[in-house]
């Protein structure tokens, strides 16, 4: 109940609210800062709040207004919505309507914005930049090639964009001085990698990482209808199997097994001192017939090593009555 009174009493603290990403400032993703030059142009004074700072607040707005991504815009504490609904109203008049309706006063200006005002750079560079954007709907600006990164922050962009089987583009600004320098005035992004998604700059490599981590990434991708390749079957089989040098599918997990052969087996490798990484097959129906097929093993528990097969309760508990576990398992 405290959080919900806070979440209202910050979205009441302005008729104009934008929960962000870093501050107007300083946005810290290019979603923010797209909606901030937005607000801008319309010449309107807003508050805003860094959801970066106050995790609570974060993880609490997305509840409390079911949307499951930043930036978000609030009009009298109402949710317009996130940085392409801002944007198509924009474009539309529709969000001056808005402001208009609910007696938003607009504020003097030079209406320069991020949006509008020029670069200083050539037509020419300009269109070569945006083609360059637009050349994928995932692209990445990197030290390097995805292959043969330069940099330890172009290493994790592509990283975390292979582990989550994403396809995407990408320019070695190594090769091209004029683009790397042009690009960090056209997207006021001044270091490299730089990730844009269908046309849009989502951040650099802490950016991205964070986005990675907290799930964010996976939703901005389907939101923008960016297919991710799903993993098959057979490579994840294979990705669990290695998860732990020594791992144990097993029905519920070692602090409750749910049968007694998984229990034994658990106790064994405990009384031997052995650390194991585990996976309950109860909660995963294609997990659990697909290594039946996979190992040639139709039962449970199955004990694995360097992803190989040592086999089930039997064996294991085998093992180690004949004092061979632990070395069994330490090769």
């Not at 030079?110 to 670069?119: A, D, N, R």
């Not at 269109?127 to 330069?150: A, D, T, W």
Request: charged fraction near 25%; charge should be negative.
């Amino acid at each position: 109940m405290l959080l919900k009174s806070r979440l209202q009493q910050l979205l009441d603290s302005h008729p104009v609210m934008l929960f962000m990403k870093g501050t107007p400032e300083e946005p810290k993703c290019g979603f923010s800062r797209q909606v901030v030059d937005i607000l801008k142009d319309e010449k309107v004074e807003f508050g805003s709040f860094n959801i970066l700072s106050d995790n609570e607040v974060r993880e609490g707005l997305k509840k409390f207004s079911n949307w499951p991504t930043f930036p978000q815009l609030y009009c009298k504490g109402e949710l317009l919505g996130g940085c392409d609904i801002v944007i198509a109203m924009h474009k539309s008049g529709e969000l001056k309507d808005v402001f208009r309706d609910h007696g938003i006063e607009t504020v003097g200006g030079s209406g320069k914005s991020g949006i509008s005002e020029s670069t200083g750079l050539s037509a020419t560079l300009t269109s070569r930049l945006e083609s360059l954007i637009n050349s994928s709907p995932v692209m990445l600006f990197m030290k390097g090639k995805p292959e043969e990164p330069k940099c330890g922050f172009s290493g994790k962009v592509v990283e975390i964009l292979k582990q989550g089987k994403v396809d995407f583009g990408s320019f070695d600004i190594l090769t091209d001085e004029e683009v790397r320098q042009g690009l960090k005035v056209y997207s006021n992004w001044s270091s490299y990698p730089q990730l844009y998604i269908k046309g849009e700059l989502i951040g650099g490599s802490d950016i991205v990482l964070e986005m990675q981590k907290s799930g964010e990434l996976k939703k901005v991708l389907a939101e923008k209808g960016i297919t991710v390749e799903k993993e098959n079957l057979e490579d994840r089989l294979k990705n669990l199997i290695t998860s732990s040098p020594v791992m144990l599918f097993m029905k519920g997990n070692p602090d409750s097994p749910r049968c007694g052969f998984s229990s034994k087996v658990v106790n064994a490798l405990k009384e031997e001192g052995v650390n194991f990484g585990s996976f309950d097959i109860l909660t995963d129906e294609e997990v659990r017939q697909g290594l039946k097929v996979y190992s040639n093993w139709p039962t449970f528990p199955q004990l694995y090593h360097k992803g190989e097969l040592i086999g089930g309760c039997d064996i294991v508990m085998e093992l180690k009555d004949n004092g061979e576990l632990k070395s069994t398992l330490s090769e």
